[in-house]
């Protein structure tokens, strides 16, 4: 007879990180269930008239594509529960949510100096400008996925074990993780610069989840634990 309740691999995953999956894939079961949730739960540009505060947590528990849910998954489970093990689950959570909202914040800037640079062609003092530029607003592209969490994760692996090996996808060479880290952080920022026809994907909200990964793990570096051990050095 088989024991249902005696999952290995599912139970050998931390809790925080098991309750991650478990809420991105409901939440996309949601979606696929109930599509309008996807507008509901995704990140608006700020001035756009379905914006919330909300979303700016929400979006990180969304995706609407199976592809772009497994891959933000399989990548949270191969360093989430690592990291987690190492800090502990509310320094983890915490880590996670706050580069999640920071990468959705980068976003939403770069979001803005877009809508800026075509708004210079308008005539906003008009109505017919002022209409084209609320078009703007509310037809902007709504942005969901973990993506901006992840690469913050990313980052904090390949600066608490900068020398582990990392297999890049079809390719059977080990990279060092601080290596992997570098190469794909300039990765992205090349395909966020180029603005490239039909490219969909949120390069500079992957890069604001690895700004302020940064950013909170040089500040923790400063401080000690009780016993005056450095925290980051394992």
């Keep these: 007879m088989i024991n249902f309740n005696n999952n290995s691999l599912f139970d050998s995953i931390p809790p925080i990180t098991r309750n991650l ?3 991105n894939t409901i939440v996309w079961l949601s979606c696929l269930v109930f599509g309008r949730m996807v507008d509901i739960l995704g990140l608006h540009y700020f001035q756009a008239k379905g914006f919330y505060v909300y979303q700016l947590i929400t979006y990180m ?29 509310q320094r983890y959570l915490f880590y996670y949510m706050v580069t999640g909202v920071g990468a959705g914040l980068v976003q939403m800037l ?13 005539e906003t003092d008009s109505l017919l400008g002022q209409q084209q530029l609320y078009y ?9 996925g973990a993506s901006g ?11 608490l074990f900068p020398n582990a090996p990392l297999y890049f ?11 992997f880290v570098i190469g794909y ?3 992205e920022f090349f395909f966020g610069i180029s603005n490239r026809a039909g490219d969909n994907v949120a390069h500079f909200a ?15 570096r400063k401080r000690k634990t009780s016993n005056g051990r450095d925290f980051f050095q394992y």
């Design 149 to 159: 969490a992840v690469f913050g994760l990313l980052l904090a692996f390949g600066m």
């Design 206 to 220: 992957h890069l604001g989840g690895m700004f302020f990964g940064i950013i909170m793990i040089l500040y923790w």
């Design 136 to 144: 703007l607003y509310n037809t902007f592209p709504v942005t969901i």
């Design 61 to 89: 528990f969304t995706h609407e594509e199976f592809s772009h849910l497994f891959f933000n998954m399989f990548a949270l489970f191969m360093f989430g529960g690592l990291i987690e093990r190492v800090w502990g689950p």
């Design 185 to 187: 952080g300039l990765v």
């Design 169 to 179: 996808m079809f390719i059977p060479i080990p990279i060092k993780a601080k290596y």
């Design 110 to 122: 770069v979001s803005y100096i877009i809508i800026r640079s075509y708004a210079g062609g308008l």
């Design 21 to 23: 999956l478990l809420i």
